[in-house]
């Protein structure tokens, strides 16, 4: 009953900058947190990063200084800046909620392509 719909991703050289954004709509008034994802070909999916509802932020050392989390919750939306793109960030990015009070619910997007090159 929720749907998440990212948009943003792209084609970048290295050093440039792309900004995502994941918009949820549906039943969203209990949205935890909502995060960033990533999965390039060969590896596992990782969390990028995610903030709560109450501010809290999380990020990958492999992110930290040039990726920056942003949400507004009053249009439920979270977005991604990525700075200073290097190709190792090429991945397809998943935009994730979580959503519940006792019982909690993970919802995905679609994924969002984003493609560095050097």
């Known amino acids: 009953q929720v749907h998440l719909v990212e948009s943003g991703g792209g084609l970048v050289q290295a050093g440039g900058s792309l900004r995502l954004s994941c918009a949820a709509s549906g039943s969203t008034f209990n949205i935890n947190a909502m995060g960033w994802y990533r999965q390039a070909p060969g590896k596992q999916r990782e969390l990028v990063a995610a903030i709560t509802s109450g501010g809290s932020i999380k990020y990958a050392d492999s992110v930290k200084g040039r990726f920056t989390i942003s949400r507004d919750n009053a249009k439920n939306t979270v977005y991604l800046q990525m700075n200073s793109l290097k190709p190792e960030d090429t991945a397809v990015y998943y935009c994730?909620?979580?959503?519940?009070?006792?019982?909690?619910?993970?919802?995905w997007g679609q994924g969002t392509q984003v493609t560095v090159s050097s």
């Open positions: 994730n909620a979580e959503i519940g009070l006792y019982l909690k619910y993970d919802y």
